[in-house]
Each structure stands twice: as C-alpha cells, then as structure tokens.
C-alpha cells in the first residue's frame, strides 16, 4: 500500500539555525499538508498546498515558515530562525481528492536545544 | 469558529467489555468527519470517513456513526491490540484544513 514518507525521523538544532523537513506523498495525490503536535497536545494545521501554491494557512505558519515543492515528488517545510517553541513532531499528509481521507507520514521530531 | 471536542480523555477497558467514544463537533458547513488512530511515535492512521448525518462505518471491532452535531466510535469486545489513541478530525466545505479534536486514550487490558 502506497504511504507518505518523511525524512529525518529525528532532528536536533540548535536555536536560529534553520531546518527542512522533507516529506515524499503519495504519488498521484494532489494536495498536501503539514502539521504539528506539540507534545502531549492535538495535532495543530499549519498549511495546505495545492496546485503548486497555498490554499489555506493557519495564524501558526508566520514568516518564518515556508513551503515548497521542488520536483513532482518531494514536498518541504522550512523553518529559518528557529525557536525552543519550534520543539513537536511535524506530520506531512496528503490526499487524492478534497473530500477524501489525508494519509500521514509517521513525522519527523524536531528538537530545538 | 471550528471546534472539535473528543471525551472521555482516557478510557480504561477489560478486554471483551464494550464502549463508546463520542466526538463533538461544530463546524460552519460539514464537508466530512475523520476517525484516525494514532499509535506511540507514529502519524495518524485513517479509519473513517462520515459525510452526514445518519451515516454509519464499519471496519472489524469498530463502528462509526454520525449525528449532526457528533459522532461515536463503538468499539465491540476490544483487544489489547486496539489500544491507541483515537482521533476525531472535521473538514468544512469552505477550506481546506481540517481540525483535530485533543483525542481519546484508549487502554485495553487482557
């Protein structure tokens, strides 16, 4: 069965150092999206993107964040300056149609020291 | 505003004894109804989707049905193996996030 990847699985940085998060969704799917879940707490929404561009943004995705698809496989989050409060697991999540279920990746955990 | 609400926070279950779990939901216009379950270091995984009220899912122990304002997941004899965290997550017809309730911890022991 076709799954969403992510990579790494772990991320260590240190405080205003930037970071990418590389996610490889399920080839034919068409948007795309990335979370956050803090520890202990829900999964939060950052961003969708569909058709090469954000559709939709939460108040958590500021400047310092970003994404971007740079081939017909590869979906990324950059996060420039980042923050102790940067610290929680990112999911990636893609979907074929709109109203069908986002499949996640198993999230990258990013620890800012 | 859109708002999910999962209860119990934790559930604690004799393997084979039955329960529910409720999702309460508000949201502008309903687009679907999400049930995932997300095990220890890992991303949701998808169960269910509900698109209206009336609507009812099944997949092994597990049963998913849909009011307009909440859904349950009925687990029937649950195994140890059914413990996880399960999430109840909404889309709205004018966006395209969706929001995600805080969870239910499930505990089922043999």
């Known amino acids: 069965e076709p799954e969403v990847t992510q990579t790494p699985s772990h991320q260590v940085t240190q405080m205003g150092q930037e970071v990418i998060l590389r996610c490889v969704p399920i080839?034919?799917?068409?948007?795309f999206y990335w979370y956050r879940q803090i520890l202990g707490q829900k999964v939060e929404f950052l961003v969708s993107?569909?058709?090469?561009?954000?559709?939709?943004k939460s108040e958590i995705f500021d400047d310092q964040f970003s994404v971007e698809r740079p081939d017909g496989s590869n979906f990324t989050l950059k996060i420039r300056s980042t923050k102790l409060e940067d610290s929680a697991m990112y999911f990636c999540?893609?979907?074929?149609?709109?109203?069908?279920?986002?499949?996640f990746g198993d999230g990258t955990r990013l620890s800012i020291l | 505003e859109d708002q999910v609400t999962q209860s119990p926070e934790a559930l604690r279950l004799q393997e084979g004894e039955s329960s529910s779990l409720n999702c309460s939901y508000t949201?502008?216009?309903?687009?679907?109804l999400f049930w995932y379950r997300q095990d220890p270091g890992k991303g949701p995984e998808f169960l269910f989707t509900?698109?209206?009220a009336g609507e009812e899912k099944e997949k092994e122990r597990l049963k998913a049905t849909l009011t307009k304002k909440e859904s349950f997941l009925h687990i029937t004899a649950p195994k140890p193996e059914d413990s996880a965290t399960y999430l109840c997550?909404?889309?709205?017809?004018?966006?395209?996030?969706?929001?995600f309730g805080a969870g239910t911890r499930l505990f089922v022991k043999a």
């Open positions: 999540a893609s979907r074929g149609q709109r109203d069908q279920p986002q499949h």
């Open positions: 080839s034919n799917h068409l948007y």
């Open positions: 993107f569909y058709n090469n561009e954000i559709s939709e």
């Open positions: 949201v502008s216009g309903l687009r679907g």
């Open positions: 509900l698109y209206s």
């Open positions: 997550a909404v889309q709205n017809t004018g966006g395209f996030k969706t929001i």
